[in-house]
């Protein structure tokens, strides 16, 4: 497509992409005045009466689910914007728990395409303002929001926000954000805004993180200090000072995120009760999270891509399903730890399947092979589907086939599987 034609609202989804992947001179172009001058023009600085938002190396779609569930639960209108998506680009927003249509979609590009006139925008920045123009059309309640990259610069913190969040912190996009882990810190706390609630999930964060939460006069609750949580015989107990809530059922998505969640809310000031709360957590679910889509095989998809969450999903893996035969299926990004990342999974995997993603981003199997056992590896695959069938040929028994490594691997395998369902 000619980049210099303009789509119309009228203009198909796919269309509107292509025009948005072009119109800018990089993918990735951290910072705000851009994003700012059209935010303005188009009043999308507060998309509803309580906005929060939530960045984090690992868990912040998680995070945003269980925020989403908990207060559907309790009957408030409620929006999500998070990024990015498995399989449809509609993904990206949820208004009381459902996508929009494509139509919807590109009726916003269209509006933010009028009001950003010569303003030059990044595929990210053009669809967080588009997502941004849904929520604040839908008029709700809540509208939470999951920043894309860092903090700081992200497109998400033009808005004017009530509650911050950071689930976690670790060395991640180091191409943008370096490998200093108070550098890290400094740029997921830029999302604090002074004299409001800052909640940090991370137990003993780097001291960038309380430094400008004090720096600016923002509210900390620091996981392990102002809110804490434990696990006792399949229920957990969450504690703020002297509040307390026990027997709570142990949701289906990562325990600290339920955690910061719940801490969140209560920051909120909104009325939720107790049995709300434990609908809630027993109803939120995630794409690609721990995701189980067959039984015969076990069929499990995470989108872990990083020594962090590589790690806490291998210690879920080893403790529900001790024992067994693990596949792993794995296609990553160059610019991710993959040494790192494969070592976190060795201690439950039996064989790999290496898988090669397109892009410019992408790492090749061969790239991936090369951090991997010489037996346990003994072939590449061209990409996530093909390994995927591959790992399908091999399994028997209580075998597991595990699919990480990258929401665009998660996303091409589910896709697969699902044309194999409907087939």
């Known amino acids: 497509m000619n980049q210099n034609i303009v789509p119309q609202a009228t203009s198909s989804l796919p269309v509107w992409l292509d025009y948005l992947s072009n119109i800018h001179s990089s993918a990735i172009d951290l910072g705000l005045e851009r994003v700012q001058i059209v935010a303005g023009r188009a009043d999308l600085c507060k998309p509803a009466p ?17 925020i989403e569930s908990i207060l559907l639960e309790a009957g408030y209108t409620v929006g999500v914007y998070s990024s990015p998506h498995l399989i449809r680009y509609t993904e990206r927003v949820r208004v009381n728990g459902k996508e929009l249509t494509e139509e919807d979609h590109c009726r916003a590009f269209d509006f933010i395409e009028k009001h950003r006139q010569d303003v030059s925008l990044s595929y990210f920045e053009f669809g967080t ?3 941004l123009a849904l929520l604040k059309q839908a008029r709700l309640d809540v509208v939470v929001l999951e920043v894309g990259l860092g903090g700081r610069l992200d497109a ?14 670790a060395i991640d996009h180091t191409d943008w954000l370096g490998d200093d882990i108070e550098q890290i810190g400094y740029e997921k706390a830029g999302i604090f805004r002074a004299g409001r609630p800052a909640i940090c999930g991370q137990y003993q964060p780097p001291s960038s993180v309380a430094g400008y939460a004090d720096e600016i006069g923002a509210t900390l609750y620091q996981a392990g200090i102002q ?13 703020n000072g002297a509040f307390e809530l026990d027997q709570l059922p142990l949701p289906g998505l990562p325990l600290p995120n339920a955690a910061t969640a719940l801490m969140t809310l209560q920051c909120s000031g909104l009325e939720i009760t107790d049995v709300q709360v434990v609908q809630g957590l027993k109803k939120a679910a995630l794409p690609g999270r721990m995701q189980e889509i067959n039984d015969s095989p076990l069929i499990i998809l995470d989108v872990a891509h990083n020594p962090h969450s590589a790690s806490y999903l291998a210690g879920q893996i080893s403790r529900k399903y001790p024992e067994r035969h693990i596949h792993i299926v794995i296609g990553m990004l160059h610019d991710k730890d993959i040494a790192g990342t494969v070592s976190a999974l060795m201690p439950i995997a039996g064989h790999w399947y290496p898988a090669s993603l397109q892009g410019p981003r992408a790492a090749s ?16 695959y061209s990409s996530p589907a093909e390994a995927f069938e591959a790992a399908m040929t091999h399994v028997f028994g209580d075998d597991v086939i595990l699919v990480v490594g990258s929401f665009f691997t998660i996303g091409e395998v589910l896709d697969c599987w699902q044309k194999r369902e409907e087939s």
Not at 50 to 66: D, E, F, Q, R, W
């Open 50 to 66: 309580l906005v929060i938002t939530v960045a984090g190396t690992n868990g912040k779609g998680s995070t945003c689910a269980l």
């Open 129 to 131: 303002l588009a997502a």
């Open 156 to 169: 998400t913190n033009v808005v004017d926000h009530d509650i911050s969040v950071i689930t976690s912190l």
């Open 227 to 239: 809110y804490d949580h434990s696990v006792s015989d399949g229920v957990w107990s969450w504690k």
């Open 365 to 380: 199997a061969a790239e991936i092979k090369r951090h991997l056992p010489e037996l346990s590896a003994s072939e590449t």
